[in-house]
T-cell receptor
Framework: GNSVTQMEGPVTLSEEAFLTINCTYT??????LFWYVQYPGEGLQLLLK?????DKGSNKGFEATYRKETTSFHLEKGSVQVSDSAVYFC??????????FGKGTRLSVIA | DTAVSQTPKYLVTQMGNDKSIKCEQN?????MYWYKQDSKKFLKIMFS???????INETVPNRFSPKSPDKAHLNLHINSLELGDSAVYFC???????????FGSGTRLTVV
């Protein structure tokens, strides 16, 4: 079945540091890939998405590129801010199947 | 106007009790979901409804029973609550585009 593996957290960075959160997936066919973010005490929000190989999703300075050859969708940001502190979830959707999430990576950014 | 609203936000109850969590969406979406998030933040699909019809029922104890009176509502009833049911339960909805979900803010259930 479909599955997502993302790096274990927590990740603690200083403000303006570079962020990478690794995500790899296993799926049949050609899934769509997503990053969702959960701020403290809130529900998940879509951060970015990519629907086919080599697509790059981007939003709020975050980027991720759909790499079919390595089955990866790593999240990056060049300069993190304190307000980026949250839990980040990589997820995939295989057509009509519900979203399958990775285990989440908690990011803490300190000033 | 909250797009996906869940009530209550917090629920503390004793083992053995029966409780319900309500979810409503005003987005006109056809599909609604219940996810369970455990203490380690892992999210697992429980149920999915499309236009009031159950389409996904993952391996969830029979004590959990979803009900969708109309496509804007998906409620979750839990019988004989157990300590292991303590978690945050998220409702979500989506329309045609796969994977684009709108989530509620969650219901934190604590069973004591």
């Amino acid at each position: 079945g479909n599955s997502v593996t993302q790096m274990e957290g927590p990740v603690t960075l200083s403000e303006e540091a570079f962020l990478t959160i690794n995500c790899t997936y296993t799926a049949t066919g050609y899934p769509s890939l997503f990053w969702y973010v959960q701020y403290p005490g809130e529900g998940l929000q879509l951060l970015l998405k990519a629907t086919k190989a080599d697509d790059k999703g981007s939003n709020k300075g975050f980027e991720a590129t759909y790499r079919k050859e390595t089955t990866s969708f790593h999240l990056e940001k060049g300069s993190v801010q304190v307000s980026d502190s949250a839990v980040y979830f990589c997820a995939l959707s295989g057509g009509n199947t519900p979203l399958v999430f990775g285990k989440g990576t908690r990011l803490s950014v300190i000033a | 106007d909250t797009a996906v609203s869940q009530t209550p936000k917090y629920l503390v109850t004793q083992m053995g009790n029966d409780k319900s969590i309500k979810c409503e969406q005003n987005l006109g979406h056809d599909t609604m979901y219940w996810y369970k998030q455990d203490s380690k933040k892992f999210l697992k699909i429980m149920f999915s409804y499309n236009n009031k019809e159950l389409i996904i029922n993952e391996t969830v104890p029979n004590r959990f029973s979803p009900k969708s009176p109309d496509k804007a509502h998906l409620n979750l009833h839990i019988n004989s609550l157990e300590l292991g049911d303590s978690a945050v339960y998220f409702c979500a909805s989506s329309q045609a585009t796969p994977g684009l979900y709108t989530f509620g803010s969650g219901t934190r259930l604590t069973v004591v």
